[in-house]
């Protein structure tokens, strides 16, 4: 993976997919934040760990960089957000 840079930021919001494979398996996800911005999350092992929390309220820590038009996230630390 390219080194990014950018800020560190905590962001809350909804994670929902954005891409999926043939077999309809999610391969991609975002934040849609409550800031109303989207941030694509990088792939890695935090990615494939929050796949199990898409549609659910979740406060997110990482590096943010705004790239191909998009804010992208490299996420640090993940958390779950209670209902509220």
């Given at each position: 993976?390219?080194?990014?840079q950018g800020?560190?930021?905590?962001?809350?919001?909804?994670?929902?997919?954005?891409?999926?494979?043939?077999?309809?398996?999610?391969?991609?996800?975002?934040?849609?934040?409550?800031?109303?911005?989207?941030?694509?999350?990088?792939?890695?092992?935090?990615?494939?760990?929050?796949?199990?929390?898409?549609?659910?309220?979740?406060?997110?820590?990482?590096?943010?960089?705004?790239?191909?038009?998009?804010?992208?996230?490299?996420?640090?630390?993940?958390?779950?957000?209670?209902?509220?």
């Amino acid at each position: 993976m390219e080194n990014m840079q950018g800020s560190y930021k905590r962001i809350k919001g909804v994670l929902l997919p954005v891409k999926w494979d043939d077999n309809g398996s999610v391969q991609d996800i975002a934040l849609y934040a409550n800031d109303e911005n989207e941030y694509i999350i990088v792939k890695n092992i935090k990615s494939k760990e929050m796949v199990k929390m898409l549609r659910q309220q979740v406060e997110l820590y990482g590096m943010v960089q705004f790239k191909n038009g998009k804010n992208i996230i490299l996420v640090e630390k993940y958390s779950q957000e209670p209902d509220e």
